[in-house]
Each structure stands twice: as C-alpha cells, then as structure tokens.
C-alpha cells in the first residue's frame, strides 16, 4: 500500500498569504496524484489531477507541482472560501489511498 | 451537467443489513466506474472500492474486502453499497464518486449511523 503524508496537519493564515501544502508518497507514483478540498458538511471537490492540470472551474490560484514521491499545493492567496482541508490522492497503485489531509485554518 | 444523488441518512443497529444508493446524471453510466469513499466524522477519507457499470466488475480495498458489496443497475442508472451485518465501526458518511481517473464529481454523502 502506497502510504501519502501530509504536512502540516494544520496551517494557520490570514487572507492574501500564500499556503504551500506537502504531500509525500511512501513509493513513487509517478505524477499520478490529484488534490481535493473538502468545507465542513460538504463533499470533496476535485483541484488538481495528474499532479499539476487544475480541474473544471478552479481557480488559477490553485496550481500543484511535483512528480515520483514529493507533491505540493499552493494558493497563492488565500481567499476566505479556501480555508477547508485538503486532502491528497494516488492512483500510483491499484490500491488506491488518500493521504490524511491538511486543514487550513483562519489566523 | 453530471449529477450523483445519494439515498438519505440511515440509523440501523448492529448485525441489521443495509444497502445505500447512488443514482447518476448527465453521462452515459457505463462509461464510468463508481467509487465509494468512508469518511468517519472528524476522520479524512478511505478508498472502498470500485464498480464498473459496464460489466458489474468490482475491486474493494482490503480493508473492506467481504464485509461489503458494490453492485449496479444500469436501468435505473444507480450504483448500489451493500452491507449484510453491519458493525458499530460502519458509523460514517459514505460518498460515491464517478471515477474517470480521478473521483468528480461526489455525491453529497450518505449518512449511516449503526448503534444498538
């Protein structure tokens, strides 16, 4: 099983900063990983596939890079509908796994 | 534009079977797979498994693997989660997600609560 690591767990920002999110792969997915955001009672929502395309409708502030075993999400600046948590996704394997998120928090 | 609409809250209790659904629109239901995702409240997110409507064919993810079924209904256009003796650890909202490569859209969740 191909475990994903996220870093931090939480991230405290103010609106306008910049958030960089890491997402480590225990084996190397090549760039087979995608980013999801989730608001409290709501369903995750799609970002980033493949990891750098944004998805339908997502804002250019939204941009992922990385390939092999080390990921990143950044906003550029944050927005007050950003702050949610994010999860990281692979589909490297079969076996597919989410890593275990990344909440950003207002400060 | 695709829309999956998940069946409502369930309250059961331990050892009571339960199937919930996931009814899609605005593609053709076979060309996707559906995936189900766990997420216990407060908790992140667990790859269940996934079911082709093509063919019906299945993959679970170990951790779930015989403790519950993935099947569809191409008439109805519905994917279907089953469980035959759920478990107090079942508590938890359950998503379905088309599965195109990546899992968009979600459904809003199906929450399932399993207390005596």
């Known amino acids: 099983e191909i475990v994903l690591t996220q870093s931090p767990a939480t991230l405290s920002l103010s609106p306008g900063e910049r958030a960089t999110l890491s997402c480590r792969a225990s084996q190397s997915v090549s760039t087979f990983l995608a980013w999801y955001q989730q608001k409290p009672g709501q369903s995750p929502r799609l970002l980033i596939y493949?990891?750098?395309e944004r998805a339908s409708g997502i804002p250019a502030r939204f941009s992922g890079s990385g390939s092999g075993t080390d990921f990143t999400l950044t906003i550029s600046s944050l927005e007050p509908e950003d702050f949610a948590t994010y999860y990281c996704q692979q589909r490297g394997d079969w076996l597919l796994t989410f890593g275990g998120g990344t909440k950003v928090e207002i400060k | 534009e695709v829309h999956l609409v998940q069946s409502g809250a369930e309250v059961k209790k331990p050892g009571e079977s339960l199937r919930i659904s996931c009814k899609v629109s605005g593609y053709t239901f076979s060309n996707s797979w559906i995936t189900w995702v766990r997420q216990v409240p407060g908790r992140g997110l667990e790859w269940m498994g996934r079911v082709d409507p093509y063919d019906s064919d299945t993959t679970y993810s170990p951790s779930f693997e015989g403790h519950i079924t993935m099947s569809v209904d191409t008439s109805i256009n519905t994917a279907y989660l089953q469980w035959r003796s759920l478990k107090a650890s079942d508590t938890a909202i359950y998503y379905c997600?088309?599965?195109?490569?990546?899992?968009?859209?979600w459904g809003q969740g199906t929450l399932v609560t399993v207390s005596s």
């Open positions: 997600a088309r599965h195109l490569h990546w899992f968009d859209p």
């Open positions: 493949d990891a750098s």
